[in-house]
C-alpha cells in the first residue's frame, strides 16, 4: 500500500512539473514578460532595472529553474492590482469556492441519487421518463443562463433568495464561512443549485445505469433469493455496488466544479477565486493567474489521488490488488 | 458494403464507380434508420432552421444590429412586441441600444455557429490526424500522443480554455484556437480507439501488401471507417464548443463587442436583469438553448443509428 | 432411500405455467410442468439450455422477473400453494424454508460486501437473534459445509475465496435456516470435476441427514444418475418424461430422454461417432403446434401435430408422447 501511494505521489509530482512547464512557457515565453510582470506605470529605468534584477536577460531554461525555486518556496508573484502576494490573494478566496463546490456537489448527491435509483428501479414509469427528459436538458442548458433564470425567478420575481454575494460570515480557523449561518445559506443556496446542475444529470445518469446493470446481476437475485428484504437488496446489496462508480466520478468531478465555479461565481459575484481569476485576466493581473493555475493543478492532483484512495476503500477488490 | 445490398442502389453496377458503391448503400440504410426517430426529426429540422436563420440574418433580419444608423438609442429596452422608432414591432423588445433583439439573436446566432462548427471542424482534423497517426504508428508515438490526450482530458475544458485566453488575450480567433486545444483530445481518442480495431482487419492488410503508401493507407482505407464514431463525437462535441464559446463571451473572454454571439447578447442583459427587463438576456438564452438541445437530439440518435457499440 | 416414503410430499408443482410477456410476443418458458419431490428426496430436473427448467426454479421462489409471470397451474409447498402468497409471504419462505442455490459461484455473492455481512442478514431476515448470535450460526454453518477455520473466513471477501469455496459458502447461505426444500440451479456446473464430486457428495450427506427435498437443476445426465430419486426431463417448457432414475436412465421412453441420453459421451463405445439429437432447441417463441420435439425427432407422424397429453404409461411413469419408446422400439432407438 505505502509503495503504491509513493508512486502515486511520484507521478503526481511529475504532472505537477510538467503543468509548471506550460505555464511557465505560457506565460513567459508566449505573452511578453516584461508586460507580464512588471508594472505598465513602470519608465526605461526602471524597467530595465526589473529586468536585470528578474533575471529575464538569463537564458529561458535558467529563467524557469529560478521560477520554479520561488515557486517551491510558496513565491508566486505579487499581484500588480492589490500588490499583495499572489498566493495570499487566492488562498483567501478559496475557502468560498471550496464552499461552493462543496455544496453543489452534496446537492448533487443528495437530489440525483434518489431520482437516478428511482429511474433505475422504474425504467418504464412516467416519472423515470420526466427524470431522464430533464437530465438531458441538465446537460444541454447553459450553467450561466441557468444562473440568470435563477436570479430572475427567485431573487426578481419572487425575492426569495438574495441574488449576489455570500452574506453573513463566520469565522473558523482564520477563514471566513457561510453555510454556517442562515443568512449565508440562503445566499449559497441558488449558486450551490446552479453549479450541481449538471453534476445532477451526471448522477441521475450514473445511478441509473448502475442500478439497471445491478439489478440484473445473479447476486442480487439470490440476495432475494435469501428472503431479505427488498428495501435491504437495494440499500446495501445494490447500493453499495453503485456508489463505487457514482463516488468515483462525482469526486473526479470536483476539480471540475472548481473550476466550473467560476462560471456560477460571475453570475452570482461570489466572491471566491473564480471571480478573482476573471477578474485578474480582464486587468492582466498575470500573477494571479499563474498563481491560480498552479493552484488549481495541485488540487486536481489531490483529488485525483484522494478519489483513488477511497476508491479502494469502497472496493475491497482493488484493495487486494494494491496489498 | 455487402454484395447482397448492392442491387438497393437501383443502378447497374457498372455504371456506378467503386467508391460511391461503397457508400451509398449503408448511406441509404443509415438515412432511413436515421429518421425513424421523431425527436431526432425534429431536432434535425430545428438545427436546420437555425441553420438556414444564420446565413440568411442579413435578408430576413428585421434590422442590421451593426449599422449604428438604423439604432435609435431612443428605442433602448423596450419590452417584447413594442412598436419602435422605426416604424416596426420589436417582437422581443430591444437591448440598451435599441438594438431590435430577434436581430441581435439572428446574427448572433451566425458568430456562435460559426464559432462552434469551425473550431470543431478544425479540432476534428487535428485530433483524428493525430489519432490515426497514433493508432498507425503505435510504439513511442502512440503513448506520447495519448499521454497529452489523458492530460487534456483531465483538465476541465473551461479551465484549459480560460488559461489559453488568458495567455492569448481575447478575439475571435484566439476563441477558436482555445476550443480547438480543448476538443481535439476527444476526436483523438475516439480515433485512435476505432483505428486500432480496424488496422487489424483483413482489408488493412491487404492494402499493405499491395504496398500502398502509407498516407493512402491510412486517409483511403482507415479513415473512412473510423468516421461512424466521429461523426458522432463531431456532433456533440459543436453542441459543447457552442456551449464553451458562449460561457467564455459571458465571462467577458469571448468574441469582441463588435461580433455579439448569443453569449455575449445574454451577458448584454445580465445587468438589466435585476430590474426586471428580462428579455434581453432570456431570448439570446432560449436561442442558445434550443441549439444546443437540437444537436444533443441529434447527436444522441446518430450513436445509436452509427455505432451500437458506443451504446451503454 | 426410496424405502422412506413420506405421507404428503414436500413440493408438488401442477401444470405450472410461467409465461413472459415481451414486446415481441409472449414466451411460454415454462408451460405446462408438473413433479413432486417428498422429505429428504432429490429429484433431477434436466433438460437443454432454453427448456425452462431455471424459470421453473425461480417460480417456486416466486423471483420470476418482469416481464414473467406464473399464469397457471400451482405450487403446492406442503398444500399451501405458492402461486397465490404475498410478496411478504414468499420472502419469509425464501431463504427460510426455501432455499436456492446458483449456478455460478463467481456471482452469487455481493463482491463489495463480506462473507459475514452476507451470512448474518440472511439469519436476521427471519428469525429476531443477535448479531454475535447470527454470527455464531454463520460460523457453524460454513464449519459444515467444509470450510476450514470459518471464523477467519468469515471475515473476507467473496473475491479471496476460489470457486469452489465461493459455492460451499452459497451452499452454507442456503442451510442457515436448515430448508424443507433447496432448489439447486446447475450448482456445480461451474466447477472442477474433483470439486463437484465433493460437494455432490456432501450435498447428498446433508439432505439425507436433515430431511431436505431438493430440486436438482442440471443438463448432467451423469450428476442426475448418482444423485437423483426421481428425474423430471424438460423440453421448450415441458416435462416430457418423469419417473424414478434408474428406470428412466435404463429405458427411455421419450424418444427426446433417449436422445438425450444416447448423447452422453461414456455411453458410447469408443470408435463409435457420437450421438447427437438433429436440430436445435427451437425458438420458444413460434413453438410447433403439438408436440415441440416433433421436428427433431425420428418417430414423428402426422398424430404429433396434436397436443399431446401427458399421462402414465407404465407404473410409475409419466410420458407426453404419442410414440413411447417401448422395448421393442428400444434397438431401433439406437
Redesign the interface.
Known sequence: MSLYLLRRLLQAALVMLAMSVIVFVGVYAIGDPVEILISPDADQMERERAIKALGLDLPLWMQYLSFLGNALRGDLGRSFVFNEPALQLILQRMPATLELAFGATIMALIIGIPLGLYAGLKPKSFGAKCIMTGSILGFSLPTFWVGLMLIMVFAVQLGWLPSTGRGETVDVMGMRWSFLTWDGLRHLAMPALNLALFKISLVIRLTRAGVRETMLMDFVKFARAKGLTNRRVISVHVFKNIMIPVVTVVGLELGSTIAFSVVTESVFAWPGMGKLIIDSINVLDRPVIVAYLMIIVLMFITINLLVDLSYSALDPRVRLENK | MSASSLPKTGLPAAAVPEVALKVETPFRRFVSEFFESKTATVGLIVFVSLVLIALLAPFIAPQNPYDLAQLDIMDGRMEPGTVGGAGFTYFLGTDDQGRDMLSGIMYGLRISLTVGIGSAFIACMVGASLGLLAAYAGGRTDSVIMRLVD?QL???S??AA???????GKGITNVVLALVIVEWAYYARTVRGTALVERRREYIEAAQCLALPTHRVIFRHLLPNCMPPLIVVGTMQI?RAI?LE??LS????GVPITEPSL?LL?SN??EY??S?K?WI??YP?IA??VT??SI?LVG?HLRDVLNPRLK? | MTALTAAAPTLEVRNLQTHFFTRAGVVKAVDDVSFSVGRGKVLGLVGESGSGKTVTGFSILGLVDEPGRIVGGSILFHGQDLAKQSEEQMRQLRGNRIAMIFQDPMMTLNPVLRIDTQMIETVQAHTKVSKEEARQRARDTLGMVGIPSPDERLKSYPHQFSGGMRQRVAIAIALLHRPELIVADEPTTALDVTIQAQILAEVQKLCAETGTAMIWITHDLSVVAGLADDIAVMYAGKVVEKGEVAPVLDMPLHPYTAGLIGSVPSRNKRGEPLKQIPGMTPNVMRLPPGCAFRTRCAYATEVCKQEVPFGEVAPGREVRCFHPLFPAKQGEAA
Open positions: 492530460l483531465s483538465f476541465p473551461i479551465l480560460l488559461m489559453i485566453l488568458a495567455f492569448l453542441a456551449a458562449a460561457t459571458f465571462l467577458g473572454l453569449g445574454i442583459g445580465y436583469m435585476l426586471g428580462y438576456s432570456f438564452g442558445l438553448l444546443i438541445v444533443n444522441d451503454k
